[in-house]
Structure formats: C-alpha cells, structure tokens
C-alpha cells in the first residue's frame, strides 16, 4: 500500500511537470508567431506618438484576441520598459523596470517564459486570477523598431494536458503494480506462514531446550546426592574412628585426620549448598519466592546486604520459574563475585505479558574497559533469552553499582514429557529425604 501510495504521487507529480513543460513550450511558439505574425506589425510610430486612430487599430486587434480567452492579458513595452499598450489601460504610458533576461529580447528578438502567479508590476492591482504561463516575445514592429510583447496564457491546455497524461500513467502504474502484488499474493502468504511456522517451532525447541537443561540439573543433583556427598558424608563419620585407634604417640598423624576431617565436613556442606541451589525443593513445587529468598540468604554470607521482592503468580509455568530463578542466581553470583557491593536489590514479576527479572547493586559498576557479555554465565544467560524473544541488558546505574534486567515473553509452556515429569518427581523425593 505504501508502494502503492508513493508511485501514485510520483505519477501526479510527474504528470503535472510534463504538463507544465509542454504546455510552456506551447506557449512559448504561440506567443513568439503572435508577436511577430500579429502585435508587432500593428505598432508604427504613430502608436508610439499616440495617435488615436493608429491606436484604435491596435486595440480592436488585441482586444479581439484577448475575447477568444486563449490569452488573459496582453502588454506591448518599448525598449526603456514603457507600456505602449496594455489591456489594463491605467498602466499604459507608464515605465515599470523590465525582469531580467527581458532586456536582451530587444536585440536578439528570442522568447522567454514560465509559469507565474499574475501579480505584476506592469499591471495596477492583482486581479485573482492565479498561476498563468507568462510569454515575453521579442519582435520589430512596422518601422522595424524593436518591441516585446508580454502575453499571458491560460493554464486550462496544461489542466487538460495533465488529467490526460494522468489518466495514461496512472492505470499503467498502479495497474502494473496492482498486478504484481496480486501475482506474488500466494508466495508471499506461503512465505509468511512459513514463517509463522519456522517461530513456532523454534520456540518448542528452545522451551525443550530449557527442559533438558532441568533434566541435566536434576541428574547432576541426584548423582551429588546419592553419590559424591554420601560417600563423603560416610568418610567423615569414618576419620574420627580412625584417629581413635592411633597409639598414643602418633600425634602428628592425629592431626592430619582432624585437618581432614574438617576439610571433608567443609567439602559436603559446600556441596549440599550447591546441591540446594542447583534446584531447591521449593522451586520444584513453584515457590519462586522462596527459593530466591533461599539464594538471597545464602548470598548474605559473603557480607553483602540483599533483599528481594518477588510477586509470585500461581498460574505461571514451571518454565518460567525456572527461568526466572537461573537469571536471579547468574545475578546474584555476579554481584558476590564481581561488583563489590555492599547492598542489592532482587525484584521478579510480570509486566502485562513480560516477565522482568533486575538484580541492581552499589557496587563499582561496569568501568571503560569491562565487558559484561564476556562473562560465559552472561553469555549464555542472554542467548538463551533472545532465542525466546527476550532480552538481557547490564548497564550502569545512576547512582552507581550495576543493573541487570532481563525481560521475556511469560507465554513458555512446560513441555510435557515422561521423562520430564519422571526426572523431575525423583529429584523432589531426594529433596525431602535429604
């Protein structure tokens, strides 16, 4: 349509200058065969002396020209720009300064012309009539005495030449373009649809994407569990009774085992830490809240004061939660081990149909020479987001410190695979047991 738009004022433009230009070319012969053929052998000297009857001639001619309205108006100058005649005659007998390129007709007896309004000098008041083709034609009068004789032109052949010539160009180009749209119609609705298609399945995947990343969480955690942590758990119960049954003397290896012992107690709390954050049980059952306020706690231990304000919505997917709580945790992770910060700020919600995640803190901010897309996490984290039609920003804040905001559609659906919904009820269970 806006194609369709724009060739349509191109015709009307086009056709209006070409209208213009050939009927001033028109005009332009006209008034040159009119002043020589006509004005200029009709003024002698006595027009130039006055005489009445010599005048009387010329004014019949003229004014029988001006009757058939092909010419509005006509003025006849002298050399010094004197109106020798005019059909206005409270002008004539008077000397107006001549336009420029005017002058020269007087020696090389050419025509010069365009389209003006019809306000001039030459004429007492203007008379309404609006834009005429204005004609100076330079010629030699009955004594060869140069002369120029003024004529103005109706514009009614260049309106009619124009509505022709629009009425030629227009159907030949927006038909042609009404054609063509019609003809690529069927490919261009295909295309689309393919399209539509194309985002569709795009987005399934990325939301199976997203599930099988939990899936690899929850096999991670569940082998931690059942695996790495159990058999440092059962190592720690079995040091002490090793260093029991050391003789007396064996001092220096005593102390090995307790050093050990506490290094595998520091060793499985950090795990079942990890494990918890990996995904925490209330995160299993949808409790976003809760499951930040879990992370916002945890974080509060490297001596950075954090608080959280979460609006949880039953209906949401577990998707989103899930989503949600990976960007909460990249945030909170970056300003524990990056920003410096004293205080920060963890806020989740929808926004109509977005979810928006920011995590803003005090600390030093991003300097000249950081870039906040080289941190692997971040990376990810944002190609992940774009991928289902959001976005990731770090940016400075105004009083200082970092903003991360992450926004994306709430629309994400949980796919519905056995081995989704198998993965995810065997990690609950260890969950509570532990």
Avoid: C
Avoid at 19 to 28: I, K, M, T, V, Y
Avoid at 127 to 143: F, K, M, P, Q, V
Avoid at 333 to 360: E, F, I, M, Q
Wanted: charged share 20%; proline share 4%; glycine share 12%.
């Amino acid at each position: 349509m806006l194609a369709l738009l724009l060739v349509g004022l191109a015709s009307v433009v086009v056709a209006k200058n070409l209208a213009e230009d050939a009927a001033l070319h028109e005009a332009l012969l006209r008034g040159s065969a009119f002043a020589d053929g006509v004005a200029g052998p009709l003024v002698n000297e006595g027009v130039r002396a006055g005489e009445v009857k010599q005048i009387a001639v010329l004014d019949y001619v003229m004014r029988s020209r001006l009757r058939d309205g092909s010419i509005t108006h006509i003025n006849v100058l002298g050399r010094d720009g004197t109106v020798m005649w005019s059909d206005v005659p409270q002008v004539v007998g008077k000397t107006f300064p001549l336009d420029p390129g005017v002058p020269e007709l007087f020696a090389t007896g050419g025509v010069v012309g365009g389209v003006s309004t019809f306000v001039r000098s030459e004429i007492a008041e203007e008379t309404g009539e609006g834009r005429l083709l204005e004609i100076y034609a330079g010629s030699l009068d009955a004594d060869a005495v140069p002369v120029v004789v003024a004529t103005y032109w109706s514009l009614d052949r260049a309106d009619d030449a124009e509505r022709a010539l629009l009425g030629a160009l227009v159907p030949l180009a927006l038909g042609s373009l009404i054609l063509f749209q019609l003809a690529v119609l069927p490919l261009a609705m295909s295309l689309a649809r393919r399209v539509d298609r194309g985002l569709a399945e795009r987005g399934v995947m990325v939301q199976h994407a997203l599930s099988a990343s939990e899936l690899e969480r929850h096999r991670i955690a569940e082998q931690l569990h059942d695996g790495v942590i159990q058999d440092l758990a059962g190592i720690g119960f079995a040091l002490p009774t090793v260093a029991a049954s050391l003789t007396p003397g064996a001092d220096r290896a005593r102390q090995v085992l307790d050093q050990t012992s506490a290094l595998v107690r520091r060793d499985v709390e950090a795990l079942r830490s990890m494990l918890t954050e990996l995904y925490p049980a209330s995160l299993a059952e949808g409790e976003l809240a809760s499951a930040v306020q879990d992370m916002v706690d945890r974080a509060e231990l490297s001596g950075v004061t954090m608080s959280a304000q979460v609006s949880s919505v039953p209906e949401e997917s577990l998707t989103v939660i899930r989503l949600a709580y990976r960007i909460v945790r990249e945030g909170i992770h970056n300003v524990v081990k990056h920003a410096g910060a004293a205080n920060a700020l963890v806020t989740a919600g929808r926004d109509g149909s977005v979810y928006v995640v920011t995590v803003t803190d005090d600390g030093k901010g991003i300097g000249p020479g950081d870039a906040p897309t080289g941190h692997v996490g971040l990376r990810l984290l944002g190609d992940t987001l774009r991928d289902i039609g959001g976005s990731l920003t770090v940016i400075n804040a105004s009083v200082g410190g970092t903003v991360l905001t992450a926004r994306f559609p709430v629309n994400l659906t949980d796919p519905e695979t056995v081995g989704h919904n198998r993965g995810g009820q065997g990690f609950r269970k260890v969950g509570r047991s532990q």
